[in-house]
């Protein structure tokens, strides 16, 4: 049996290892010692990871002091998603949790709050936040619980749409809240910025920009404030976050952090034009094809659509067998195709199947064309099954 060709359009899902990555975390792994030891061996190791959290640090526009490593994006949200919280030495409480309706999961399902205290804010029609919705939930909030914290993310996994993050942080100044920034698909896909964004936290993760999977960072504004550890132990990470760190992994998140930051413009105008090669093309080949965002700022790789009649379970397969790997959406529950949160969000039919496509710096106009031709042959028996019914 001939092995069918691969072509990887799932890149949101995670980007494939950087060879750089691999490099630097297999040059890691015969690295002797504990980064916490005193001897040459532990410091060279301690070299190694403060370089990691520079790296990381660059980015995102952040200090290095303000790097917590985490083991991914999933416990940064759970770190930082607390009602508990200390400015110093002095406790301070968060009186509820205000979530974005097309958050991952990761951060939709509120981390430290009980779910009582967390409150979805609405996105429009269009799949961007509803930031009068926003303006209305914290004028109603009740500052004798605590603070308001908000949480929007930068670009959604989904459908690739850039959230109005900068507005956002002014209504969330206005009301004297906290702003959490899942920056986890926007990293290395559009300039990032800490403090353009006005963020107080920002989510990372590794193995979305190239580096393993297994490690992530949550970067903050200010040392001053900080949320009460998640995970308690050796004191490591400042106490923020104990646990012997994983040399290796930060080495590959460090270098898919400096790949991240090179030529992001030149990098992205290519990507671009092979998205909008693959949604022309779909276009032509079904005229009822709906390409969700396509009239707001989008990632620029990513393309999320829906083929009437095509349910994402059936099409991921369809594609799947075709020697296309993409999703149909968020792909991190257990591998089930279920409903888009997202697109039901926005005011789809929750049946409405939909799925995504994402590039990456690696896809070329083969992928490009083996993913078109595909479709094609999709949306031919799509036809012939409805002729046939
Ligand atoms: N946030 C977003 C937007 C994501 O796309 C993902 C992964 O799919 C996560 C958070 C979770 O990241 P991790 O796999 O590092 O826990």
Redesign the pocket.
């Known amino acids: 049996m001939t092995k069918t060709e691969r072509t990887y359009l799932d890149w ?3 980007a494939p290892l950087l060879p750089a990555a691999r490099e630097a975390m297999v040059a890691a792994l015969d690295l002797v010692g504990n980064p916490s030891s005193v001897h040459g061996e532990g410091r060279a190791l301690r070299m190694l990871v403060e370089a990691a959290r520079r790296d990381v640090a660059a980015l995102v526009g952040a200090k290095p002091a303000h790097v917590v490593f985490t ?7 759970n770190l930082v998603l607390t009602p508990d919280y200390r400015m110093g030495r002095t406790p301070l409480a968060v009186g509820r949790l205000y979530v974005s309706a097309i ?5 939709r399902e509120g981390g430290r709050f009980a779910a009582g205290s967390v409150e979805t804010i609405p996105v429009t029609r269009d799949g961007v936040v509803d930031l009068a919705a926003l303006e209305t939930q914290l004028s109603a909030h009740d500052k004798a619980a605590g603070l308001p914290m908000v949480a929007v ?1 930068l ?3 989904e459908t690739g749409i850039v959230q109005p993050v900068r507005t956002a942080a002014e209504i969330v100044r206005r009301h004297g809240g906290l702003l959490v920034v ?1 920056a ?2 926007a990293a290395g896909r559009m300039p990032v910025d800490i403090a353009a964004l006005d963020a107080d936290f920002l ?6 920009i190239g580096g393993p ?4 960072a949550l970067v903050t504004r200010g040392e001053v404030l900080m949320p009460v550890p998640l995970i308690r132990g050796g004191g490591q990470e400042k106490g923020h976050r104990s646990g012997t760190e994983n040399p290796a992994a930060l080495a590959g998140f460090a270098a898919a952090a400096r790949a991240a930051a090179e030529d992001l413009t030149g990098r992205n105008a290519g990507i671009a034009a092979l998205r909008d090669r693959i949604e022309a093309g779909m276009r032509q080949a079904a005229s009822d094809v709906i390409v969700h965002g396509a009239a707001v700022e989008r990632l620029c790789n990513t393309a999320f659509f829906s083929l009437p009649g095509l349910k994402s379970e059936t099409g991921q397969i369809a594609f799947d067998l075709e020697g296309i790997a993409l999703s149909a959406g ?3 529950s257990s591998g089930k195709v279920g409903e888009s949160h997202v697109l039901t969000a926005m005011g789809f039919d929750a049946g409405l199947g939909a799925l995504r496509v994402s590039l990456g710096a690696a896809t070329g106009e083969a992928e490009v064309e083996r993913f078109l031709a595909a479709f094609g042959r999709v949306v031919a028996r799509r036809r012939r099954a409805v002729d046939a019914a």
């Open positions: 949101n899902a995670t083991s991914g994006a999933t416990e940064a949200a958050e991952h999961p990761a951060v993310m670009a959604n996994n899942d986890v698909q989510i990372l993760s590794s193995h979305k999977k297994g490690a992530g968020s792909a991190c």
